[in-house]
């Protein structure tokens, strides 16, 4: 069971009534402008950490596409495939070219091959030490 203590709202107010008496109703607070360029900041860098942190950009070896990749482990890896590496990729062409739909294949087995080789010749670390996106 769940017991409440404090003021609770259950939601028996008339339509359109509010407790702040302005007329708005707002989920997050307002903050001033300096304190919301701030957060705008923070999140933009947050967005970025979680987006690319580790991605380390892996050329195919048979058709030259550059996509962005992260290795998490032996049997974990991250690619982050772009609109031109999709276009470009041979792989993808030919399963276009017999009319199926190259996002529902796994991966594109030369570009496999090219990420094992990068990591053989150390391009790429087997196991990203980059620091995880959480919240440190």
């Known amino acids: 069971m769940l017991l409440l203590h404090g ?3 259950d939601d028996d107010h008339a339509p359109g009534e509010n407790d702040n008496g302005g007329g708005t109703w707002s989920k ?7 304190r919301a360029a701030a957060l705008q900041e923070a999140t933009q860098r947050d967005c970025e950490r979680y987006l690319t942190s580790g991605l ?5 070896r048979f058709c030259h596409v550059s996509v962005d990749v992260k290795k998490l482990g032996p049997a974990h890896t991250s690619v ?3 609109t031109e590496a999709t276009r470009r990729c041979a792989y993808f062409a030919e399963i276009r070219e017999s009319g199926g739909e190259p996002a ?3 991966s594109c087995p030369k570009l496999t091959d090219s990420i094992k080789h990068a990591v ?3 391009c790429l670390e ?3 030490s ?3 996106p959480g919240d440190g």
């Open 130 to 132: 980059a620091p995880s």
């Open 56 to 60: 380390v950009s892996v050329d195919c």
């Open 28 to 34: 997050a607070p307002a903050f001033g402008a300096e």
């Open 120 to 122: 053989a010749e150390g």
């Open 126 to 128: 087997e196991m990203s």
């Open 80 to 82: 982050q495939w772009n």
């Open 7 to 9: 003021a609770h709202d």
């Open 104 to 106: 529902r294949a796994r």
